[in-house]
């Protein structure tokens, strides 16, 4: 494959490339398709800043690669191995997670367009690092949701409490109004090769879902967990028993309150 000279490449426009780094240096070109297979093979070894950059270089790339009629089949089963890392890093037994979503995504869709998908990259890059920085793990991040697990309950409250205090400080672009509901639950999954499997991963995005914009949901399992161990300047508060969609029984829920989040929330989305 001859190389693309200076020339050449500047003039290409940014969308023959499959990454434009946030300094306007682009990357992975896929103007055609000795490139594109070129790209397939460079891919793993370009640096990123964050989950959702990745994603939308690997959509371009995986589009021009169906373009010119490439069928990466060893690419796409690369990237599922990535994506899912090694599962024998992630806690077994009992485990709380802590899963987010962020409030209003199709509005402020709407309202940004483009720059939605900067947003998002934004809010993923302010959780997974209360989620590092708390010794927690990620298990997925889809959509607008990010999903991870801690081998400690305490852990989890704790990054819970980071990912809040640090979106509340943030400056967003256009000066829109970012609010990230949190669920929170302890149980006892099954960690499979396709990751973790069991009524507990169900049940916090039931308690997620329950929950507003600002609000740390937790579940009695995962007070029931943390016992009288709660860190230092930090309560559970009741919400009353609420029935949550598909499961069995009605489950007690808490708000988690501290310094710097907010107190104040409509009933929870339970309707009940």
């Known amino acids: ?16 490339f499959a990454y434009v780094d946030d300094e306007g240096k682009r990357r992975l070109p896929i103007h055609d398709e000795a490139h594109v297979r070129n790209a397939l093979v460079r891919f793993d070894r370009v640096a990123f800043p964050d989950d959702a950059t990745r994603d939308a270089a690997r959509r371009r790339l995986l589009n021009a690669a169906k373009r010119f009629g490439i069928v990466p089949v060893g690419f796409i089963t690369n990237q599922l191995r990535s994506e899912r890392g090694d599962l024998s890093e992630l806690p077994t037994g ?28 934004d809010v993923r890059s302010l959780i997974r690092q209360a989620v590092r920085k708390s010794g927690g793990h990620k298990v997925d991040a889809t959509g607008d949701g990010f999903f991870a697990v801690f081998g400690d309950t305490g852990s989890a409250i704790h990054a819970a409490v980071e990912t809040q205090r640090a979106l509340a400080e943030r400056a967003w672009p256009g000066k829109v109004d970012v609010r990230v509901r949190a669920g929170i639950h302890t149980g006892r999954p099954t960690l499979t090769d396709a990751g973790y499997v069991g009524l507990s991963v169900h049940t916090v995005a039931r308690v997620c879902s329950a929950a507003h914009g600002g609000q740390i949901v937790v579940s009695s399992h995962t007070k029931a967990a943390i016992a009288d161990q709660m860190p230092a300047g930090m309560r559970l508060r009741s919400l009353g028993r609420h029935r949550l969609a598909g499961l069995p029984r009605a489950e007690q829920l808490f708000q988690l309150e501290c310094e710097g989040l907010q107190r104040r929330f409509p009933p929870l989305r339970t309707g009940a």
């Open 1 to 16: 494959m001859a190389k693309l000279s200076a020339k050449e490449r500047a003039n290409l426009p940014d969308r023959a």
């Open 94 to 121: 009992s485990v709380t997670f802590l899963l987010t979503d962020i409030e209003g995504s199709t509005a402020l869709l709407r309202l940004l367009g483009d720059d939605y998908a900067h947003l998002l990259r």
